[in-house]
């Protein structure tokens, strides 16, 4: 099991995403990728092959419970480098699995390679104005930023287990409450109206969410519209402390185009504005911009999507 790359995530869609990085970089070694999966986490992820680690230590119940499982597989089997998913509990995962291989952590991760004995990673830096490029001596740890890699498809793995032992936890969970799964993954939208602050009241929502249901697409939103002003769950922001998007179109209605908003979504393919201000920066972060009233234009291009239907 040398030159191997692991892959690990306690969130079902990132994991996919970590395995995917985990494979193309695995191949640029020609090694093998393998998805680590805990005793109590099942995934379909895109490795052809997985590590099911068993034994309390590997209850995955929290972040201490899964560092110390992966800690002491790859004692035994001595990975490359693991790659773990930038969740909330993966960069706790990643920096206490590090702490205790005594390796370094490369954070937020959007390309990964390995040159020589060092692991390299680029991340964004200055809210995604320029790559910051970092390396560390392998084996390594590093975090994936989630929406940097596209999904593999969903294999049929062969499944190897290792029996990592008990371990008593210091930390206990006194209760857990899931949250509700949002009722949408911009991630995988392939069309992506986004609205700003130049839409003036919550309920006119309603109309730039009808054009991204005609255009089969999903409703974004910058962040005061979600965390300032709660018009829109979370799962809708798009920007640097919300989503990272690379959808196929997207069209900003309203939005100024901070620094932080624009690092969420300018890896898109076709990115389209409509803003009153001529001056605003979302324009240089444009393929196409139109200056006027998005009260205006939206109804006018829903109406030619009608027509064209």
Known sequence: MSRAVWAFSESPGVASEVAAAAGTLAESIQGEALAIE??????????????LLKGSAATGASPEAAAEAIFRAAKKLGPEAILVGATRDGREVAA??????????????????????????????????????????IPCVATVKAGAFSRGAPASPEVRELDVGDTPVKTKTLSSTRK????????????????????????????????????????????PLSSDLGW??????????????KP???????????????????????????NTDKDAPI?????YGIVGDLYQLVPAIKKALEARR
């Open 38 to 51: 805990l005793g109590s986490v099942r995934s379909e992820v895109s490795c052809p092959r997985k590590l």
């Open 96 to 137: 206490r699995l590090a702490v205790k291989l005594g390796s370094g952590c490369l954070a937020e991760s959007v390309k990964l390679s390995i040159e020589g004995a060092n692991l390299v990673s680029d991340r964004s830096a200055y809210a995604g104005k320029v790559l910051a490029r970092v390396s560390s001596p």
């Open 180 to 223: 509700e799964a949002g009722a949408v993954d911009l991630r995988a939208a392939k069309v992506i109206v986004s609205a700003g602050r130049g839409v003036k009241k919550k309920e006119d929502l309603t109309i730039l969410d009808d054009l991204a249901r005609a255009m089969k697409g999903a409703l974004g939103c910058s962040r």
């Open 232 to 245: 829109l769950p979370e799962e809708h922001h798009i920007g640097l402390t919300g989503v990272t998007v």
């Open 248 to 274: 196929d179109l997207y069209l900003a209605l309203g939005i100024s185009g901070q620094l932080q908003h624009v690092a969420g979504m300018k890896d898109s393919k076709v990115v389209a504005a409509v």
């Open 283 to 287: 324009f240089q972060a444009s393929d």
